[in-house]
C-alpha cells in the first residue's frame, strides 16, 4: 500500500481500467497532474503512433478518487514542471 501518489507531466495512459488498478493500492491522494499545452507529450504520442491518450496532458476519466489538475496556468511545456515545483505543490494543496 502506497499512501499518496503525485503524477506530474506523465507519459503514462490514461485507460481508466489502469488507473482503477492504481486507485486501488494508493491510499490516500492520488493526483494526475496534468498541462494539455506539454506539446512534448503531443508529440511523444504522434511520434511513436501510441493508440492510447497520456495522462500528462489530459484529465482521467470516470475513476472516483483520481484528482485531475490542470496547472496549464505555470506549465506551458513540459521542461516548466521542474521550474514550477512549488507553485504546482501549492495549487494541489499538497504539503509534505
Do not use: C
Request: aromatic residues 8%.
Amino acid at each position: 500500500m502506497v499512501m499518496d501518489v503525485v503524477l506530474m507531466g506523465a507519459a503514462v495512459s490514461a485507460d481508466t481500467n489502469r488507473w482503477r488498478k492504481v486507485r486501488q493500492v494508493v491510499a490516500g491522494r492520488l493526483v494526475n497532474v496534468y498541462s494539455p499545452l506539454d506539446w512534448l507529450l503531443r508529440v511523444l504520442v504522434r511520434s511513436s503512433e501510441m493508440s492510447y491518450s497520456l495522462a500528462g496532458i489530459q484529465p482521467i476519466q470516470n475513476v472516483g478518487g483520481v484528482e485531475n489538475i490542470d496547472v496549464s496556468a505555470v506549465v506551458v511545456d513540459h521542461f516548466a514542471y521542474d521550474k514550477e515545483i512549488m507553485s504546482i505543490l501549492e495549487i494541489i494543496k499538497f504539503y509534505p
